[in-house]
């Protein structure tokens, strides 16, 4: 089973274009834009220096700059970026078509089983939320598309990591940052390869509080006509609903039947 991922482009596959196409000021605005995070989501200039490499001089440039053109908020001491950076993000999302064809068998998926239901992609060791239904919030974080959660310990990550060549998905664990979420975090990259694999093999991922505590996640992968994984579908519910052991009973043939379905309709 193959994989069609939607990623970043490296950075060694952008220097080996021609020097003179590159625009270093534009690229380094780019980089200065991604320190912005849920986590993060004020940055002083030492700060930005700091996660970028660059020198306070070019960290403060580059967020004046995003200050002047109105993507970041200034109050003197701390940036933060404005609603208008949505701009970037959901222009990217809208010109994908695979969310319009997902979203209406989400929404009916998810008021079919009365959970939350969503459909996210790879990108490096992170996955993207590109589609959700939301019945109620399951997790402390509210999730939307745009989000990125890591996906080594999320079940849509685990199910896009196994269609993935396994020396490929070992790359990725090993490029993650493995800290434990939680006591029931697998953390050792053995153990989380052996889960691939067992994902690989039964062709759907389960996750009992990994990710966050009261939280368990069943995934399954969206295939195209061909066979290949194009994206990974799930649903969450708090771990007090329904026991791990029961979970694949009750959720995964709805999953499944949406996974036929749109198999039909992606080309």
Known sequence: ???L??????QHTVRMANEKDIIGAFAKGLRVLECFSGDSPRLAIAEVAER???DRATARRCLLTL???GYAAYDGKFFSLTPRVLR???GALAALPLPQIVQPWL???SDKIGQSCSVGILDETEIVYIARAAQRRVMSIGLMPGSRLPAHCTSMGRVLLAALPDDQARDIVDRSDLTPRTMHSLHDPSEIMAEIARVRAQGFALIDQEIELGLRSLAVPILDAQGRTVAALNTGMAAVQVSSDDLHGTYLPALLK???GLK???A
Do not use: E, K, W
Request: aromatic residues 8%; proline residues 4%; glycine residues 8%.
């Open 52 to 54: 970028t490499g660059y």
């Open 67 to 69: 200050h002047h053109l």
């Open 258 to 260: 949406v996974q036929d």
């Open 1 to 3: 089973m193959r994989i």
């Open 264 to 266: 039909r309709v992606l």
């Open 88 to 90: 970037l993000g959901m």
């Open 107 to 109: 929404d009916q998926l």
């Open 5 to 10: 991922t939607f990623v970043r482009i490296p």
